[in-house]
């Protein structure tokens, strides 16, 4: 239940409008209905101004529905975000006679009438245009929110004059979001320029998805190279190891190695002793924190 559906029925409890079992079978729903799939944290408008929010990643189209239903019964404005086309329509085949807006480059459903926006300006800044989709979700949460937002798009560290140039625009925000995608820098360079709260926004999934791809598949790589010795190229490299170690004052070899390790260091690496140390020198790349 919002803030103004509760103190309406408290006037009209005070006004002899209503009967007390007729307030207390409104506030029934406090502090949380349990639906018995879904707790719904209904007093949270009350608590933090803003109610809870659907997250619809997981969840079926029926459990969505019937959360939305819900929490539309109580709640003058209901947001499901990672919203689906089909999603929204479910939701507006479910909602009968409810307003339902699919804001898609933000993937946001809102039902309900949003507030008008009295609050502070929020500036959405992003490195690139492949940041604006994680952009327009934070940005429509905030107009939904009631809050007047601004977008300054494109101004990635690549080119630091566009965002330098935006110095006025910076200044007068209340609170700064910046998407960065994987790179990062631009929250730190904007968070210099200004007194306002800066929140650095994270990459979409897909990013995340493809850097942690990109880790394991290098990380496979460097442990085919180091299986890959077969018993002539394991005797050969001792082979050579040895005539090294004859050519060097202090028994190391004279060649230059793999992976930054001597040529009898690598032998043992590749033999099973320390491989845990080639595998991390690799390349130059502490493969141990990938």
Request: aromatic share 2%; glycine share 10%; net charge neutral.
């Amino acid at each position: 239940m919002d803030r103004e559906r509760v103190e309406a029925l408290l006037r009209d409890l005070k006004a002899g409008k209503v009967t007390v079992r007729e307030a207390m079978d409104g506030l029934r729903a406090l502090p949380y209905e349990d639906l018995g799939f879904a707790k719904l944290d209904s007093h949270r408008d009350l608590r933090r101004g803003f109610p809870e929010v659907i997250l619809c990643l997981g969840k079926s189209p029926e459990r969505i529905a019937e959360i939305a239903r819900r929490m539309s019964e109580s709640h003058r404005l209901v947001l499901a975000t990672r919203a689906s086309r089909e999603i929204y329509e479910r939701l507006q085949a479910s909602l009968d006679g409810k307003r339902v807006t699919y804001h898609e480059n933000a993937s946001i459903v809102s039902i309900g009438v949003p507030p008008k926006a009295t609050r502070g300006s929020v500036l959405v800044v992003t490195a690139g245009t492949s940041d604006i989709p994680v952009a327009e979700e934070a940005g429509v949460t905030a107009e939904l929110m009631g809050c007047k937002v601004t977008r300054m798009y494109d101004v990635g560290v690549a080119g630091v004059h566009r965002v330098l140039d935006q110095r006025d625009l910076l200044q007068k925000a209340k609170v700064i979001i910046v998407v960065a995608g994987m790179e990062g820098a631009l929250p730190s360079v904007v968070a210099g320029l200004v007194q306002a709260p800066v929140h650095g926004g994270p990459p979409r999934d897909d990013e995340l998805l493809r850097a942690r791809r990109r880790g394991r598949q290098h990380r496979q790589r460097i442990r085919r190279r180091l299986s890959g010795h077969d018993d002539e190229s394991l005797s050969s490299t001792r082979d050579r190891v040895q005539q090294g170690q004859d050519d060097h004052p202090d028994g190391r070899g004279g060649q230059a190695g793999v992976g930054g390790l001597a040529p009898c260091e690598h032998l043992r690496a590749i033999e099973g002793e320390d491989r845990d140390e080639v595998e991390s020198r690799q390349d130059g790349v502490d493969l141990r924190h990938l």
